[in-house]
């Protein structure tokens, strides 16, 4: 037979203090109506028939939410207690008016609390986390990392520390610092995915792909059942050159579906990317269709399908006449390569520029004989700026996209320079908060596309008929600017346009909203 205790004495009119062996619980009310917290917090509220034992008792829900831990961001923090905390003043109030001598006590008491509450270091730094959690949503992590920093020291060991310090460096691309922090995470809490997509992907972009492969290895609930993992997985295998293992991987992506969404079309082009460099031209063309279907403007897919990259019909390549050679020197580009470039430069983007089913360490940009190359010069480049679109390598993306703006508007073709600009707005809009003057770069650049985009659409149409025209980034990407400047009606007005000339994209949508903020 199980023994309960329990004891309740009144402390003040109205207000009663209950004892169990769980706990202390405060209450207070009238007979018949009862507000109160019990001995584990949870607060309640009680309502009945005095002299019936007739009564009904209800309490708060906890606050608590599960979090997925899908990738790398700050988890909210739940507010609790907060019912609770405002009962325990009322009570105190209650008794400090009915009770003078012991409310003081207990406002010195409290005073006390949180006195030593605010002077310990694991409230400090749960404060500089909750801090930091809210600039990491916001996207600066520049402006969060010495927060986390300064709670790493007050409570060193903590998971969620370690976590979102992890995840400011892996954000900013800065995968060398990331590390050592996701790997504390990592070995205290192996079952979060976040860390591991993470710290995986630290792995791969530092060149450890044993790391990356046996991480992926061991995905909580088995690697094929995350499109992350497969990613990953497949990837590194793929830089080993394990072709045949890395197409295995990829195959366990639910690859029949019609509907593809970022994650999917990845994989497919990483896939057509695999079948090429093993060889296989026609099952990678049949993967890069699937991708040039859904969007004719990811990454150069155009230029994979049936070899359709934009041709240069205005200038022809000098065929490595002078000392440099490789793709450099068979469009040209000597003199420009070495006036722009220092020789650390010059050798830094050798050392980056590794296309895959290249031999490691090659230098396909200064090295080789080409006797044929199915893009041009300006393609070149714009794919180039691509590979330096990223923290701390932006100077270098600038130099060679200016150089491919400057091809495409002397050549003939109108979608080199549509391509182009697209890559400038996209390297300055990523630099727009370390460089007062790139936000008006990438309107420009966007507004230049903008410019030709009547006549680039008939050239879509006309080099690929059985397709609709494909989206466009600069309508897309100065919407997007318009609307954080509060510009609706111009965003109405540009989304219209877009519309018009039957470019894909969610205008109706846009409009929608914007004209919702209008009224």
Known sequence: MALRFRKSFKVAPGVRVNLSKSGIGMSAGVRGARVGINSKGRTYSSVGIPGTGIYSTSYSKSGRKRSSGASVQAQPTQSSGG??????????????????????????GVIFYYYRRNKSPKYQAEQRIKKAKALFQEQKYSEAEPLLLEASDLLPENTETDYLLGGVYHNQEKYKEATPYLENAYKRD????????????????????????????????????????????????????????????????????????????????????????????????????????????????????????PKNTNTKPRQNQGKVKGEIGYYGLEDWWLSEFSEEERNHIEEVFQPMGGEPGSKPLTEGELSYSSQ??????????????????????????????????????????????????????????????????????????????????????????????????????????????????????????????????????????AQKKLT
């Open 83 to 108: 019912g609770g905390k405002i009962l325990m003043w009322l009570i105190g109030i209650g008794i400090g008016i009915a009770m003078p001598p012991l409310g003081i006590v207990m406002l010195l």
């Open 190 to 309: 192996p079952s979060h995915e976040g860390t591991i997509v993470a710290l995986g992907n630290c792995y791969f972009n530092l060149g450890e792909f044993d790391k990356a492969i046996a991480l992926m290895q061991s995905f909580p609930g088995g690697w094929e059942n995350s499109l992350k993992a497969i990613q990953l997985l497949g990837l590194s295998f793929s830089n080993k050159k394990q072709y045949d293992l890395a197409i295995e991987v990829f195959k366990k992506a639910p690859l029949m579906k019609r509907n593809l969404d970022i994650t999917l079309l990845e994989l497919h082009y990483n896939l057509g990317l695999v079948y090429e460099a093993s060889g296989d031209k026609k099952n990678a063309l049949k993967h890069f269709k699937k991708v040039y279907a859904y969007d004719m403007n990811y990454k150069d897919v155009m230029s994979k399908v049936d070899g359709t990259a």
């Open 376 to 513: 041009n010069a300006a393609g070149l480049l714009h794919a180039l700026a691509g590979w330096f679109n990223k923290p701390g390598e932006r100077e270098l993306a600038k130099k060679i996209i200016a150089k491919a703006v400057e091809l495409a508007k002397e050549g003939s073709d109108i979608l080199d320079e549509h391509f182009s600009y697209q890559q400038t707005m996209e390297i300055y809009y990523r630099e727009r908060d370390n460089d007062p003057t790139a936000l008006d770069e990438a309107i420009k650049a966007c507004q230049e596309q903008i410019k030709i985009a009547p006549k680039a659409a008939r050239q879509f149409l006309k080099e690929y008929p059985q397709q609709p025209l494909p989206g466009h980034a600069g309508y897309t990407q100065l919407a997007i600017i318009l609307k954080k400047q509060g510009k609706h009606q111009e965003v109405i007005e540009l989304c219209q346009q877009a519309k018009e000339q039957s470019w894909a994209g969610d205008w109706d949508k846009r409009i929608a909203d």
